[in-house]
């Protein structure tokens, strides 16, 4: 290693880096620099009386509060589920791949082919109400009420449970049977051996997971803006369309001190997972 | 005994799950033949004299699985009838193919140099291609459009490509699965006198095909369904890509929508059949590590 940082290696990543710093390295660091002032031309410095404000704006807090109920919601299930399917995929005797390959379609499939469906089947006059008028049940408006989160929280299941699959399986698969043969010599039942060697050993894939499952929670927008627009149910009024719609009412204070802060999280937020894994893996 | 029981209790179990996973793939590949009397007796809920006058209230939209009459109506409409269709998936490849393109060569070059740099803090600078990959998208469409403004660019689907042909987490992929290629190999070549261009083509590309394939599949699975960047970007009916035109399909199209979701669902599909074992490579190799 070298304190001087020119070599070929550099002029391999060079025109990488470039694009990389231009397109967002620079504009981060304007973004942030905006979220101090007050406009962004003529612009005075405020100092973080935009983090103030926008922590006393409802509509920020409602989004912000959404988003985190929803990843609060659908990141533990989605793992919880996933790792289920692929202790199932993992003990059945074949059929192992096409199994993974029906739970990796959805995965693949673009949101928009699939919206007229969802439509189709949530409608208040759709296919589910339908079902429900057979069975004398009253209809329920899926997308427009207090439910609605969790329809959303169903398509995003049904879109990346596949992803995460893959990642249990190999996880699972990458634990030396030895260590199950030995557990079962010194008289270690299913459970107890589920408990100690698999779970132990999948740490690294639950990080790894978890922080899949935070960066895909906040993909599924697509489907809400598709299904919902950009003023849904205040369920699932999310972070993005706050961002959006501040981004076409031109509001670029709120909207630069919102990207900061969400930066922010996230940084955070990984490096403590990262860090965790880290520290467990050794 | 008890073991083949379990197994067949098991495989029941995903079986039935798969089922339901594939229900919604399942009927929009079975109603795009329908013929399109069909589909808007199945999907409108409005109601006609008839039902009046039979004294039905309310009617629902009706799913069905398996077409009355079986039809290619709806895709000679789509494929051949109404070009505009076939247009606006052009606009799709014009985003997705460059975007492919780009990323997985300026991904090569980098992961590569990478791996080669001999610096003291490359690894720092790593950290933060891997903290801006963490990103959702919603964080980075600022940053893209304040840069798009500053180019002159934010009308074109420039604002949209170049910062997908420059998005980390190509160079992180790539960099991962280089690093299963022996440190031997790259000190045999250079004891035979290659250069550093000379080894990436000739030693190390070979060796990391099925890791190419995967990052070109995840990058066309993420362009070719794209939203948010559209929607701020876009402004042109006639420009956007069929991801977000399918869901604006209104009450007089919905006899084709299903043919035309088929259409638009194709390619993304195929590439999963035939490359399943990169497309699960690409995400185990995602593996932070």
Redesign the interface.
């Known amino acids: 290693?070298?304190?001087?940082?020119f070599?070929?290696?550099?002029?391999?990543?060079?025109?990488?880096?470039i694009?990389?710093v231009?397109?967002?390295?620079?504009?981060?660091t304007?973004?942030l620099g905006y979220s101090f002032m007050d406009k962004p031309i003529d612009s005075v410095f405020v100092g973080f009386k935009n983090y103030m404000d926008l922590f006393k704006n409802e509509s920020y807090l409602m989004s912000l509060r959404n988003t985190l109920i929803f990843m609060g919601i659908c990141v533990p299930l989605n793992i919880v589920l996933s790792l289920l399917?692929a202790v199932?995929?993992n003990?059945?005797?074949?059929?192992k791949?096409i199994?993974?390959?029906?739970?990796?379609?959805?995965?693949?499939?673009?949101?928009?082919?699939?919206?007229?469906?969802?439509k189709?089947?949530f409608?208040t006059?759709?296919?589910l109400?339908?079902i429900l008028?057979l069975l004398s049940i009253s209809e329920v408006n899926w997308l427009e009420s207090e439910i609605t989160r969790y329809v959303i929280v169903f398509i995003f299941i049904?879109k990346n449970?596949g992803?995460n699959i893959?990642?249990f399986v190999?996880g699972i698969n990458n634990i030396p049977k030895l260590y199950y043969e030995a557990a079962t010599v010194d008289g270690a039942g299913a459970v107890k051996s589920f408990f100690d060697i698999t779970l132990s050993n999948l740490i690294?894939?639950f990080v790894?997971v978890t922080?899949?499952s935070i960066?895909n929670s906040?993909?599924v927008?697509?489907e809400i803006?598709?299904?919902t627009g950009s003023y849904p149910h205040e369920s699932i009024y999310m972070?993005?369309h706050f961002?959006?719609n501040m981004?076409y009412s031109l509001n670029y204070p709120k909207?630069?001190t919102a990207?900061s802060i969400?930066?922010l999280i996230?940084?955070i937020l990984?490096q403590a997972l990262?860090k965790y894994?880290r520290r467990k893996s050794v | 005994m008890r073991a083949k029981i379990f197994d067949i209790v098991i495989i029941s179990i995903l079986t039935l799950l798969s089922a339901i996973f594939l229900f919604p793939l399942l009927v929009t590949v079975t109603n795009s033949f329908m013929p399109s009397s069909e589909i808007i007796t199945n999907y409108t809920s409005k109601l006609s004299i008839f039902d009046v006058l039979n004294g039905i209230a309310k009617k629902f939209i009706n799913i069905k699985l398996l077409p009355g009459t079986l039809t290619a109506s709806q895709y000679k409409e789509v494929l051949i009838d109404q070009p505009s269709y076939l247009l606006l998936m052009i606009n799709s490849l014009k985003i997705t193919v460059p975007v492919v393109i780009g990323n997985v060569l300026v991904s090569l070059l980098s992961a590569y140099g990478f791996t080669i740099w001999r610096w003291k803090y490359k690894e720092a600078v790593f950290l933060v291609y891997i903290i801006v990959m963490l990103m959702p998208l919603q964080a980075v469409l600022v940053p893209n459009y304040i840069v798009a403004d500053m180019l002159g660019i934010k009308d074109s689907y420039l604002a949209i490509i170049l910062p997908g042909i420059f998005s980390p987490f190509g160079t992180f992929l790539l960099r991962q699965t280089m690093k299963a290629v022996p440190y031997e190999y790259f000190e045999a070549a250079k004891m035979d006198g290659d250069n550093d261009f000379k080894i990436l083509l000739n030693i190390i590309i070979p060796q990391m095909k099925s890791g190419l394939a995967a990052l070109a599949m995840l990058v066309f699975i993420e362009y070719w369904n794209i939203v948010e960047q559209v929607v701020i970007f876009v402004k042109d009916y006639y420009k956007e890509p069929l991801s977000v035109f399918l869901s604006r399909i209104s009450q007089d199209n919905i006899s084709i929508v299903f043919a035309a979701s088929c259409v638009y669902m194709f390619l993304p599909f195929y590439f999963l059949m035939i490359g399943q074992k990169n497309l699960e490579k690409g995400i185990e190799l995602s593996g932070i590590k």
């Open positions: 290693m070298r304190k001087n940082p070599d070929f290696g550099l002029l391999f990543l060079l025109p990488g880096l694009g990389f231009i397109f967002f390295i620079w504009p981060f304007i973004s399917a199932m995929i003990k059945v005797s074949r059929y791949e199994f993974v390959l029906i739970f990796l379609i959805p995965l693949v499939i673009p949101s928009g082919s699939m919206i007229f469906f969802w189709a089947l409608a006059d759709g296919y109400n339908y008028s049904w449970l992803y893959v990642l190999a690294p894939t790894l922080i899949m960066i906040f993909k927008f697509k803006y598709l299904l972070l993005q961002m959006n981004f909207l630069t990207t969400l930066v996230i940084t990984s990262l894994e």
